[in-house]
């Protein structure tokens, strides 16, 4: 097999570029994994913050609902 420069220095050229090239992506990554970390915990503040809203509202309609069900018993209704 015979000896191509061209060839050589295409495939050293694209070696040293992907080696200069990902020493400057690497802080582009950080901060795109930084920012949907940071998304992630935003989606699981506001998640939790709904599902205690939305456990309060069944709570307030479960009383609700059996203080309604003890007034019919005594013979009282409520609207």
């Known amino acids: 097999m015979r000896f191509h420069l061209p060839s050589f220095l295409l ?3 694209a070696g040293a570029g992907s080696v200069l090239l990902s020493r ?3 802080p582009l990554l950080v901060e ?3 920012a ?8 699981v503040a ?3 913050i709904k ?3 939305l456990e309060d509202l069944l709570a ?11 007034g019919r018993a005594n013979g ?3 609207a």
């Open 11 to 13: 495939g050293y050229t």
């Open 24 to 26: 400057h992506l690497r």
């Open 32 to 34: 795109v994994a930084a």
């Open 36 to 43: 949907a970390y940071r998304f992630g915990d935003l989606v």
């Open 46 to 48: 506001r998640t939790a």
């Open 51 to 53: 599902q205690e809203d």
């Open 60 to 70: 307030e309609a479960k009383a609700r609902a059996r203080r309604a069900a003890g």
């Open 76 to 78: 009282h209704a409520q």
